[in-house]
């Protein structure tokens, strides 16, 4: 699909997400394998992580939906998440073969959890997670993350962010993105929208940002580009612009990546990617969570990196990180996405 031409809310969850009972014993002779090469890589004296590597990194989305269950069934009720913890600890490496070692729906949420645990928030990790989502997968995050933590998502970021920030998370987690009306989301009702924005923003004293706020996230992506030309057409920049001329701070951030992952998904993955590589200190956390989440898309994801950066993914990698995290992170994407 060409998401410029024809833009659209990308999904994230495999299918499996979605199904009710995932039964150990139609689960194929692949994932068994995949199994037995864990458990043999954490018995006896010492861990071979080389082999964990190995055996997590190459996995998919759809995948890492079926270890941990038949890997419990195989192994007398062994958690992987929780072997994964015990045999590679807090680091780096550790915390990615933990995230991999869960379906990706729970993975992102003791990604979350993660975010807003300890002193202060991690912003960018949330808004990350949270933003641009699409309503099946939003309502499927919402329900896990009450059935692993008996939280209500919403409470806890309510109570974990404030200001613009706030509005742009809770306006995304009502999962209320419009479906497209063509008949609805006409050329009248871009140019209305476009107007509201500018009328609520540069157009008066001070910014009432609920106007630019509900737009992008509620607007279905083909609805939103229309928005986009219109207001470019009328006012001489786009809603990009519009973004950083009237907000600022973490509520900027969070909003620019909502407008971006709807609008140029890949592009604004890939200035992500980077980003987490950027200045003194490679933010590991925000590179493993964003290479794990993305690793549906990230073929699409190289391929706009190499062409903004010259630059390929896996030699960002190699760049920033080193080891075993190191080779977990490039199998992942080389997983879905081989270097030439």
């Not at 270890?67 to 195989?74: A, N």
């Not at 940002?209 to 737009?215: A, D, G, N, P, Y």
């Not at 600022?248 to 909003?255: N, Q, R, S, T, Y």
Request: contains cysteine.
């Amino acid at each position: 699909m060409n998401y410029s031409e024809d833009p659209t809310t990308i999904d994230l969850y495999p299918e499996s997400a979605f199904e009710e009972d995932l039964t150990p014993d139609v689960l194929g002779d692949d994932i068994q394998d995949k199994c037995k090469a864990i458990h043999k890589a954490c018995k006896g004296w010492g861990t071979d992580e080389d082999a964990l590597v190995e055996a997590l990194g190459s996995t998919t989305a759809d995948e890492r939906m079926k270890i941990p269950i038949l890997f419990k069934e195989m192994f007398e009720g062994t958690d992987l998440k929780i072997l994964m913890k015990k045999e590679c600890g807090k680091g780096d490496l550790g915390q990615a073969l933990q995230y991999l070692a869960l379906p990706p729906v729970q993975a992102e949420c003791v990604m979350i959890k993660t975010a807003c645990s300890g002193v202060g928030t991690n912003e960018k990790l949330l808004f990350s997670i949270l933003c641009g989502r699409s309503n099946a997968d939003m309502e499927l995050l919402k329900k896990t993350y009450y059935k692993m933590y008996t939280d209500d998502l919403v409470s806890i970021v309510s109570g974990e962010v404030g200001g613009i920030l706030k509005k742009v998370l809770l306006g995304s987690l009502q999962a209320a993105e419009e479906e497209l009306d063509e008949e609805f989301h006409n050329e009248d009702k871009a140019i209305a929208d476009a107007e509201s924005i500018f009328e609520s923003g540069q157009g008066r004293f001070g910014t009432d940002e609920s106007h630019l706020v509900k737009t992008i996230v509620m607007s279905p992506p083909k609805h939103l580009k229309q928005v986009n030309l219109q207001y470019c057409d009328k006012y001489g920049y786009t809603l990009f612009k519009a973004v950083e001329k009237e907000l600022g701070g973490d509520g900027e951030d969070a909003l620019l990546y909502a407008l971006g992952i709807k609008l140029k998904p890949f592009e604004t993955i890939a200035n992500f990617i980077k980003g987490a590589c950027a200045g003194i200190g490679t933010d590991e956390l925000l590179l493993t969570c964003t290479l794990v989440r993305y690793q549906k898309h990230l073929p699409n994801v190289c391929a706009t990196h190499q062409k903004l950066f010259d630059k390929s993914i896996q030699t960002r990698i190699l760049d920033e990180c080193k080891g075993d995290y190191e080779t977990l992170l490039l199998a992942v994407v080389n997983r879905v996405s081989p270097e030439e």
